[in-house]
């Protein structure tokens, strides 16, 4: 059989579909090895990303060194590179003429088929010509809890993605006409996804999707809106599936990420409180608080709906850890409203928060727009607005000093509380002894800058 090594980039989202490819090619047979051993392996995939520049040009790459790695013998001579995921869906035709070192591009919709196309490829090892290209022009395939995964987490977390696509029509975002309309998954079909994860061991699940508080609303009649919040529906919803998800038997943590502030609901919150295992945790990104900017972004919220929301949750969840997403250098941006948001994360101190630059992306409504930010000055905005955020959460960290917290321990001397999602949150540090992939409760002794150091 032959051996398959395959890399992902990117976000957590897509890393579930090369855990989908991943678990396809070891039901097929084929030796999966590290991305260590990428070098001798007979095929290399390639997940990618392109949801702004920087991941683009990450993507192109990791690509190209492949090739050239390939082409001097410091990998196998005769393997077969695959690229895969959301820059073939996004550049299709485009990619392929590109960029000759491929063999095959896959797009979102034919990652299911990877198997056939990794034999076809090794079929003919003399072909030659430019890369196959495989993929749908518009992405509509979602999986279920049948298809085969192989899980590329520590076994002791997962991500759990409750439905796929997008509906907003945020002017930055070129995820829609990548992965396509908001498409959810039945809640028993995400069930018994569930009930798996937890007996294989693991110990939290992370809901993830382009926007989970949507999740359901495509297959209601009638779908609520900000203004009207209360909309009675037919189908399912959220706050029905985290209900369904707490139900479950076993000792595991729930993780609600990339929730968007429009469709938040108050029975939403009620359930994430009245939960057993839910993580007090809250991942909102906003974007920005400035109504001007918010309404050129086509955010569908105002500044007085994000600080009221925000109000509501911090008083109805207990315990809570808000984590947020803002941009700065957006077309048009003010220094008045580049203040504006420095005031409101001055005045919110939220638990966790990252800055990204505006990146101008092409097929977006906002690369049009007028006013274009210099780079510098973008620059300059982010490194204020994390010298701020870096005080408040030196602040907060202190904070937690004296406190018992119960924590999963990813690494020998390393774990996470309620308050820390995987791979971008900080840390606790705790006794090497603590065994990996089980909680503990420990007491809090120190803090240094984000982290958190644990007594022995």
Not at 408 to 418: E, I, K, N, S
Not at 424 to 436: A, M, Q
Request: proline content about 7%.
């Amino acid at each position: 059989m032959p051996s398959v090594s395959l890399i992902s980039l990117g976000c957590a989202k897509n890393l579930v579909d090369s855990e989908i490819m991943a678990g396809h090619l070891a039901a097929a047979g084929m030796t999966l090895l590290p991305p260590k051993d990428a070098p001798r392996a007979d095929v290399v995939i390639l997940n990618t990303c392109s949801f702004i520049d920087a991941a683009k040009q990450e993507s192109i790459n990791l690509i190209l060194e492949t090739g050239r790695d390939r082409a001097s013998r410091k990998r196998n001579p005769a393997q077969k590179i695959i690229v895969a995921g959301c820059l073939v869906q996004r550049f299709q035709k485009q990619l392929a003429d590109a960029i000759p070192e491929m063999d095959a591009c896959v797009g979102l919709d034919r990652i299911r088929d990877i198997v056939p196309i990794v034999r076809s490829l090794l079929a003919e090892p003399d072909a030659g010509g430019p890369p196959r290209l495989h993929a749908t022009a518009r992405s509509a395939y979602i999986p279920d809890h049948a298809t085969p995964r192989y899980q590329l987490t520590p076994p002791h977390f997962a991500y759990l993605k409750i439905s796929e696509g997008c509906n907003h029509p945020c002017s930055f975002c070129i995820i829609p006409r990548i992965r396509g309309r908001h498409r959810s998954r039945p809640v028993p079909d995400l069930l018994a996804q569930a009930r798996q994860l937890v007996a294989n061991g693991v110990r939290e699940i992370n809901l993830i999707a382009q926007d989970t508080t949507y999740y359901g609303m495509d297959t209601w009649e009638t779908r609520p809106s900000p203004r009207s919040p209360a909309v009675s529906a037919r189908g399912d919803s959220l706050p029905g599936l985290l209900r369904a998800l707490d139900a479950l038997e076993g000792d595991f943590w729930i993780r609600l990420l990339y929730t968007h502030p429009a469709h938040w609901s108050d029975e939403l919150a009620e359930t994430i409180a009245a939960s057993r295992k839910i993580a007090r945790y809250v991942d909102i990104p906003l974007q920005h608080i400035s109504d001007r900017m918010l309404k050129a972004m086509r955010r569908e919220t105002d500044g007085a709906h994000i600080r009221g929301l925000l109000a509501r949750l911090r008083a109805g969840i207990p315990g809570l850890t808000l984590r947020t997403t803002f941009i700065v250098g957006f077309p048009g941006e003010t220094e008045r409203d580049f203040g504006e948001l420095l005031d409101f994360i001055r005045e919110t101190r939220f638990e966790r928060l990252g800055v990204f630059q505006y990146s101008r992306e092409e097929g977006t409504r906002a690369a049009s727009l007028p006013r274009q930010i210099p780079a510098a000055t973008k620059e300059r905005r982010w490194h204020e607005a994390m010298r701020l955020q870096r005080q408040i959460a030196s602040g907060i960290a202190k904070d937690r000093v004296g406190q018992t917290l119960r924590v999963l321990v990813d690494a020998p001397g390393v774990a996470r509380a309620q308050a820390d999602a995987p791979d971008i949150d900080t840390r606790v540090r705790v006794s090497r002894d603590l065994p990996v992939g089980r909680f503990a409760d420990v007491t809090i002794a120190a803090a240094r800058g984000y982290d958190l150091v644990a007594a022995p």
